[in-house]
């Protein structure tokens, strides 16, 4: 018996210390930008700036969006789209492979649930929270004051959680909820305006998606790749994609622009109108004088990559034209057969996850490797290798014309020094393109309270806090082993803090690929020069992994909250902002009678301070 308790035991601190390691993990799937029309505002999660929406750019927990006069914006999670009308101020509060929390504090917006699985999708409002509880097609109005709130289905089911009860909402139903305690309004759903038939033309075109037979409609940007290119069938890649109307000096990750997304660091923004699954899944091949995009097999759910490449060079990096004292660094994409290995922080197991895709790799081992010893295939391709000067890379500038192609002598003996890049990233890096006129919204619409169902995760750290820490001069490369559950806890009882990782751990992995995988004989090239970046560029960067800290409550009433340092009953959220960031972080809450959920106030304005 007692050999059986100590098994018992060891068996529970191994799951749970692997388990708290998995949640180290980024999430599988972001939120892309699909359509902008108008003035559309962005504001990361780690930096206090607005600056405009970008085409294709990832966001992810704790990205601002709004929607000026007359604009209007599209979202995509996978197969699921989330559109807003103009005036709309939206926030993502939560993002992970199980949670979809918005925050919708003016404005309207339309959601197009394809499909639901065991996530939690939940959009939180002034008056309450509305959580959507079916597949289907649903649309969210909030007031222009936030007194009052409207969620319509046309096909689904909902339930609205405010002033201390639950109403479901029935297709072809609306039902209007305010603050003042009064009993939600339930009448008939009014006909469709030119706003829904707006985002049912755009459901109608990705339903009868051509590509989907090819990939999982859970691939994140499927939708843009029939109006922009062909299927064929390859013989050693199976179906693959070829993009129509490029330049002709087109290579894959040229045109566009790099950015620092946390918690994933160096993250590829495409400037074409279909460029993010091919740049974010599968991997790129030259055959018969053209690339081509291989998917690999079709997954369920695949797992979303910054940008799938391999970097060379360094701040000693030079090609032909020469960039002075200022270095350079160059990339090329990886090839099928090739694995991806995250330069952020992951467990083993995602690292697997993350390569599930990839054409022909069928065995994905975690060990210490070098990667120049790897035969990477696009290096010897001409003009495969793209090179910019480092002020050009980290200032989020556009790519395509401050191009170098590098030949293939050049590029052949180039030093291949990883997936990540060793340009330190700056504010410009996080904002992508920097624009002065800028609209920002009104500070009483980004200040307002909304009402939350689901305890939201804390916010990534500032991106000020990353470039604070110190890093060690060579990059961290051992695989991430767990400790222990007391050690790392899953879900904590105390209210929610600051959750910051340590230190940046990447793992390595050793792929082994069929025969018929192995790199092609190259020709004839320069002997081959590794040149290596100094000690002081190849420190680690700053990241940030997300840790699942959500607990779910019903919601039985709402209140301001006041000081508390006890673990928290069921309660109603009450999100919010705080004053400026230069004031000391808090979380208020008042202890209510016994036998009383408690709600707790939590900031939503500033990225510094973590509700």
């Given at each position: 018996?007692?050999?059986?308790?100590?098994?018992?035991?060891?068996?529970?601190?191994?799951?749970?210390?692997?388990?708290?390691?998995?949640?180290?993990?980024?999430?599988?799937?972001?939120?892309?930008?699909?359509?902008?029309?108008?003035?559309?505002?962005?504001?990361?999660?780690?930096?206090?700036?607005?600056?405009?929406?970008?085409?294709?750019?990832?966001?992810?927990?704790?990205?601002?969006?709004?929607?000026?006069?007359?604009?209007?914006?599209?979202?995509?999670?996978?197969?699921?789209?989330?559109?807003?009308?103009?005036?709309?101020?939206?926030?993502?509060?939560?993002?992970?492979?199980?949670?979809?929390?918005?925050?919708?504090?003016?404005?309207?917006?339309?959601?197009?649930?394809?499909?639901?699985?065991?996530?939690?999708?939940?959009?939180?409002?002034?008056?309450?929270?509305?959580?959507?509880?079916?597949?289907g097609t649903y649309r969210i109005d909030v007031s222009e004051d936030g007194a009052t709130s409207t969620v319509t289905v046309r096909v689904g089911g909902a339930e609205v959680t405010t002033n201390g009860s639950t109403v479901t909402v029935d297709p072809q139903t609306t039902v209007l909820f305010t603050a003042d305690g009064a009993s939600p309004d339930v009448r008939a759903a009014a006909p469709?305006?030119?706003?829904?038939?707006?985002?049912?033309a755009r459901d109608?075109?990705?339903?009868?998606?051509?590509?989907?037979?090819?990939?999982?409609?859970?691939?994140?940007?499927?939708?843009?790749?029939?109006?922009?290119?062909?299927?064929?069938?390859?013989?050693?890649?199976?179906?693959?994609?070829?993009?129509?109307?490029?330049?002709?000096?087109?290579?894959?990750?040229?045109?566009?622009?790099?950015?620092?997304?946390?918690?994933?660091?160096?993250t590829w923004i495409d400037d074409a109108p279909w460029g993010f699954a091919p740049f974010h899944y599968g991997r790129w091949a030259y055959v018969r004088d053209r690339w081509v995009w291989a998917p690999g097999i079709i997954e369920r759910r695949p797992v979303y990559a910054p940008a799938l490449v391999a970097f060379v060079g360094g701040s000693h990096f030079t090609v032909s034209a020469g960039w002075g004292a200022g270095g350079g660094t160059a990339w090329f994409p990886l090839a099928p057969g090739e694995v991806y290995r995250p330069s952020y922080r992951a467990s083993d197991r995602y690292v697997r996850n993350v390569n599930v895709t990839n054409v022909h790799v069928t065995n994905i081992n975690v060990t210490n490797v070098n990667v120049t010893n790897i035969q990477y295939r696009n290096q010897r391709v001409a003009g495969a290798v793209t090179a910019v000067p480092n002020d050009a890379f980290a200032g989020s500038r556009s790519i395509g014309r401050r191009a170098a192609v590098v030949p293939v002598n050049e590029a052949s003996s180039a030093h291949v020094i990883g997936d990540?890049?060793?340009?330190?990233?700056?504010?410009?890096?996080?904002?992508?393109?920097?624009?002065?006129?800028?609209?920002?919204?009104?500070?009483?619409?980004?200040?307002?309270?909304?009402?939350?169902?689901?305890?939201?995760?804390?916010?990534?750290?500032?991106?000020?806090?990353?470039?604070?820490?110190?890093?060690?001069?060579?990059?961290?490369?051992?695989?991430?082993?767990?400790?222990?559950?007391?050690?790392?806890?899953?879900?904590?009882?105390?209210?929610?803090?600051?959750?910051?990782?340590?230190?940046?751990?990447?793992?390595?992995v050793n792929v082994h690929a069929p025969l018929n995988e192995q790199p092609h004989p190259a020709a004839k090239t320069a002997p081959r020069t590794e040149v290596n970046s100094p000690a002081s560029m190849r420190s680690s960067e700053p990241r940030t992994a997300p840790v699942d800290t959500r607990r779910t409550a019903p919601v039985t009433h709402t209140t301001h909250a006041a000081p508390s340092a006890q673990p928290r009953e069921p309660e109603t959220k009450v999100r919010t902002q705080h004053q400026p960031e230069s004031q000391p972080q808090t979380e208020q809450r008042r202890t209510a009678p016994e036998q009383q959920p408690k709600a707790s106030t939590h900031d939503s304005s500033s990225p510094s301070h973590r509700g």
């Open positions: 018996m007692r050999t059986t308790r100590l098994l018992t035991g060891t068996l529970a601190l191994l799951l749970g210390a692997t388990v708290s390691l998995h949640a180290q993990d980024p999430s599988a799937r972001v939120a892309r930008a699909s359509y902008l029309q108008g003035e559309v505002s962005f504001r990361p999660a780690t930096v206090d700036d607005w600056t405009s929406a970008t085409l294709n750019y990832p966001l992810t927990t704790g990205d601002h969006l709004w929607t000026d006069t007359a604009s209007r914006a599209e979202l995509q999670v996978g197969s699921n789209a989330i559109r807003l009308g103009p005036l709309s101020a939206f926030e993502i509060l939560a993002l992970d492979d199980n949670h979809v929390q918005i925050r919708l504090s003016q404005g309207e917006a339309l959601v197009r649930v394809r499909s639901l699985d065991d996530d939690d999708i939940e959009i939180d409002t002034p008056t309450g929270a509305v959580s959507l509880i079916r597949t469709m305006d030119e706003y829904d038939e707006w985002a049912a109608r075109s990705v339903d009868e998606s051509a590509s989907a037979q090819y990939v999982s409609r859970d691939m994140t940007g499927y939708q843009d790749l029939d109006a922009n290119g062909s299927w064929d069938n390859d013989p050693d890649y199976g179906h693959v994609w070829i993009p129509a109307h490029v330049a002709s000096n087109w290579a894959p990750y040229r045109y566009g622009h790099w950015a620092w997304v946390s918690p994933w660091g160096w990540g890049a060793t340009v330190a990233p700056t504010r410009q890096s996080v904002l992508g393109r920097r624009n002065t006129t800028t609209v920002r919204p009104p500070e009483q619409v980004i200040t307002r309270q909304v009402v939350s169902k689901n305890t939201p995760p804390p916010r990534p750290a500032t991106f000020d806090s990353h470039t604070a820490q110190p890093t060690s001069s060579t990059p961290r490369v051992e695989v991430t082993r767990p400790t222990s559950h007391a050690d790392q806890p899953t879900r904590p009882a105390a209210p929610i803090t600051d959750s910051r990782p340590t230190a940046p751990v990447r793992p390595n």
